[in-house]
């Protein structure tokens, strides 16, 4: 299972849906076999507080098994209020290679970024990346040494991108490059438990188009509307606003309510001196 969605916007629905989608799950091997303990908290949670697309994006790369395509590496980008990610496999961890990944692929697709965050990686931090940001106005900023897990949103995307490619690799055959494209695209068009909307929505300012949709409207046609473009502009900002609110209220909501347990789990006492 990629992931257990929620009966909110869901094509299709049945009786206690939600149990049987949860047994289901909690007999599948797979999921036993990657499933990992959660480590102890040790200090308390900052949060990041962003209120539009794009004023965030966090970027990082993850190891995985070298592939026959040559991939070994994986470009993780994630806008930070959408929660929309963008995984692109890589060669190598060069900065020439993240850069030009970076303007060719996310840039060219989503638009310049007015902030993008990483880890102090000599691929991130060399005159490449410092020169591309320079150049199209991007505040680059970095975690440190001393805490290099504070971008925890991108820490644990990357931790699921494992255990999902692991649980399909085990059911299928192929490399993980080849899975990584479904990875992607179930991540996006699920609904987040964070902000109450698919990152996919948040983005497009409508749901995506998936294998579910054609299952339950076989028979179904194209829109017979005949509103102008510019009309369709106006609802489309109609809903986004709508949505950009109700997320950035539920994201509030939930950091506040992440870091209220996040902290009792720590050992955090108030003369400690915490270093970011």
């Keep these: 299972m990629l992931r257990q969605d929620s009966t909110k916007g869901a094509t299709m629905l049945w009786p206690f849906m939600q149990r049987d989608i949860r047994e289901y799950c909690s007999t599948c091997r797979s999921c036993h076999y990657r499933s990992q303990p959660n480590p102890r908290n040790k200090v308390p949670l900052t949060s990041i507080r962003v209120s539009r697309t794009f004023e965030l994006v966090c970027a990082d790369i993850t190891e995985l098994p070298i592939t026959p395509k040559g991939n070994r590496y994986v470009l993780v980008i994630m806008d930070h209020f959408s929660k929309y990610v963008n995984l692109y496999a890589m060669p190598d961890q060069k900065a020439t290679t993240v850069a030009k990944c970076i303007f060719e692929n996310y840039i060219k697709q989503h638009g310049i970024p007015e902030q993008i965050h990483t880890d102090q990686g000599r691929q991130f931090e060399g005159e490449v990346i410092k020169t591309l940001c320079e150049a199209l106005g ?139």
């Design 138 to 276: 991007v505040n680059k900023t970095q975690t440190t040494p001393y805490h290099p897990q504070s971008d925890g949103l991108i820490e644990r995307f990357n931790r699921t991108l494992k255990d999902q490619l692991g649980k399909l690799l085990l059911q299928n055959n192929g490399t993980w490059d080849d899975y990584l494209g479904h990875v992607e695209f179930a991540y996006n068009t699920s609904t987040h438990s964070t902000t109450g909307f698919s990152p996919y929505f948040v983005i497009h300012g409508r749901d995506a188009r998936i294998p579910a949709t054609l299952i339950s409207s076989p028979l179904s046609k194209p829109s017979s509307a005949t509103g102008t473009p510019a009309e369709y502009c106006t609802s489309l900002q109609s809903r986004l606003q709508i949505a950009f609110r109700q997320v950035l209220e539920d994201s509030i909501a939930a950091q506040d309510k992440q870091k209220f347990y996040y902290d009792a789990n720590t050992k955090y006492k108030p003369f400690y001196q915490v270093i970011y």
